[in-house]
């Protein structure tokens, strides 16, 4: 073989590969630069929750400081409806292109253990990014309530062959899965009542419509402070720090007991990977900001957590085992 037919072959092989070379060109060339240029334009945060409350506020919150970090708008847009399920669904729907994120709370691992049929799939339709806030629930009846611990209502009702009714914001809540639980490892016959919000849970209560009501703090601390409400018992795993004096769920007899609400951003699956670097990378400097912290602690009278996209993946992962297993043994109705 020649040095003439080297030279032809070496040619003939550049020839080819240049086709081959350009399209992996054309291929990353896109990713890196939409990494580059991300944002430039508004980003969504979408919740399922109604305008004003805890969601809604957690999500403004955290949306301003982002978008100064970001420099693009951060709009808000709550799609309230089926616990929360309308929401998720558009965004698991969305272009995984960043600008669309869901603002999940713990209603999305309960969703998915309730209903069989949605259109998404709680854990593989979603890339988390970061948990936000942690809360627990508290244990609460009317001040008028012979009652003044978890197992003197529960021992009540059992000396007295009465079923409990317990209040809470609505089917398939957070609320509504605690009080079940209760029920559940309490041995106790107890009957759910769901209300429209927990505005309307907390006028139950001070109406003495039912024995008691699960329900986040910042709902109840007010009436509780004000002498109408007693809160008998909180759902974390340690005392809530507004209500120090006030044991835990663990703490009076039902050992390993703990619930613990919380809210986290979520991206549709698929989105690429500078882009949720990116993102994670924002939220972390936000919540690093000492005045955001405090707000969301006021807001949602819980915890900052400020957790990375694994733990929060595990996160969702143990609670929709645990309120599947759940749903089936204390055999809730499924929709």
Do not use: C
């Not at 999500?59 to 616990?83: F, H, M, W, Y």
């Not at 670097?277 to 955001?292: G, M, S, Y």
């Amino acid at each position: 073989m020649n040095k003439k037919t080297l030279t032809r072959r070496a040619a003939l092989g550049a020839t080819l590969a240049a086709p081959l070379l350009a399209g992996a060109l054309s291929l990353a060339l896109p990713r890196a630069a939409h990494a580059q240029t991300y944002p430039d334009k508004p980003v969504r945060i979408v919740h399922g929750f109604a305008a004003g409350g805890n969601a809604d506020a957690v999500a403004r919150i955290l949306g301003t400081d982002l978008a100064r970090i970001l420099g693009q708008q951060v709009l808000v847009e709550p799609k309230p409806g089926a616990g929360g399920t309308i929401a998720a669904g558009s965004v698991a729907s969305a272009k995984p292109d960043g600008y669309t994120l869901l603002l999940a709370t713990g209603g999305h691992a309960i969703a998915g253990a309730l209903y069989d049929k949605l259109p998404y799939d709680t854990v593989r339709s979603f890339q988390p990014l970061a948990s936000l806030t942690s809360f627990p629930f508290l244990v609460v009846t009317n001040a008028g309530n012979p009652a003044t611990t978890l197992p003197e209502l529960l021992q009540g009702a059992k000396s007295r062959n009465k079923q409990l009714n317990f209040g809470t914001a609505g089917i398939g809540t957070g609320q509504h899965l605690t009080g079940e639980l209760l029920a559940q490892r309490s041995g106790g016959a107890m009957m759910h009542v769901p209300y429209r919000g927990e505005s309307a849970s907390i006028t139950a209560i001070l109406g003495n419509e039912v024995d008691f009501v699960v329900v986040a703090p910042t709902a109840a601390i007010s009436h509780i402070k004000a002498g109408k409400l007693r809160a008998l018992a909180t759902s974390g795993g340690s005392r809530w720090n507004g209500l120090p004096d006030v044991k835990t769920v663990a703490e009076q007899g039902l050992a390993g007991f703990e619930v613990r609400s919380w809210t986290g951003l979520l991206a549709p699956a698929g989105t690429p990977k500078p882009v949720t670097d990116r993102l994670q990378a924002a939220i972390q400097q936000a919540l690093k900001d000492e005045a955001l912290v405090a707000r969301l602690v006021e807001v949602t009278g819980g915890d900052v957590v400020a957790g990375g996209p694994q733990e929060f993946q595990r996160l969702i992962e143990t609670d929709l085992k645990r309120w599947s297993q759940l749903v089936k043994e204390a055999k809730i109705q499924k929709d």
